[in-house]
């Protein structure tokens, strides 16, 4: 099979990255490493544009999360300590979860609607400390049980915390 071009250039300006189907099938961890360890060189070293590379690994993550998705539910179930081409395979359960609606326990039903309405509180008082976009005097506020005392005090506003990402949506 013909080695792939991962630089998004023409061939006679970039180096290739020796990628067949045998070679992916067969590469383990170490040499998956080393594939993307070529191509970053390969950014480093100027032959190959950042974004133009940021967005093939992109697409290249949606094409094969797609097939990985798609394949869940027919891949038979292996028999224990089953390996192939440097992996293990195996069934796990995952993503459990409980449901404790239905216990009949009336102290979890109790702490549960506790929790629930606190946090109904918690958010409502989070969306009003969001106005503030400086300190601010203040001088009703509620206690923790809704009766309101007459106390003066700075609200200060809630500390927006965050980063910047590149984000690219295939379309």
């Known amino acids: 099979m013909e080695n ?10 970039t180096a290739l990255l020796p990628i067949e189907n045998k070679r992916l099938l067969t590469a383990d961890k170490s040499d998956l490493s080393q594939m993307a360890s070529l191509i970053l060189e ?4 100027g032959n190959a544009d950042p974004l133009d590379t940021l967005i093939m690994a992109k697409k290249g993550m949606y094409v094969f999360e797609s097939i990985a998705e798609a394949l869940k539910n027919k891949v038979p ?7 192939k081409y440097n992996c293990e395979v195996s069934e796990r359960t995952t993503g459990v979860s409980y449901s404790f609606d239905t ?3 009336p102290i979890w039903l109790e702490l549960n609607s506790q929790f629930v309405q606190a946090k109904e509180r918690l958010k409502a008082r989070e969306k009003w400390l969001k106005t503030f976009t400086k300190p601010t005097e203040v001088e009703d506020q509620a206690d923790e049980d809704g009766e309101v005392i007459m106390e003066a005090r700075t609200i200060n506003p809630p500390v927006k915390m965050g980063g910047t990402s590149t984000i690219i949506s295939i379309k």
């Not at 390969?42 to 070293?45: A, C, L, S």
């Not at 179930?77 to 390996?83: C, D, H, I, L, N």
């Open 77 to 83: 179930t292996p028999e224990k300590g089953y390996s």
């Open 103 to 105: 216990c009949n326990d």
């Open 4 to 13: 792939l071009n991962l630089f998004l250039l023409p061939k006679e300006e």
């Open 42 to 45: 390969g950014v480093d070293d």
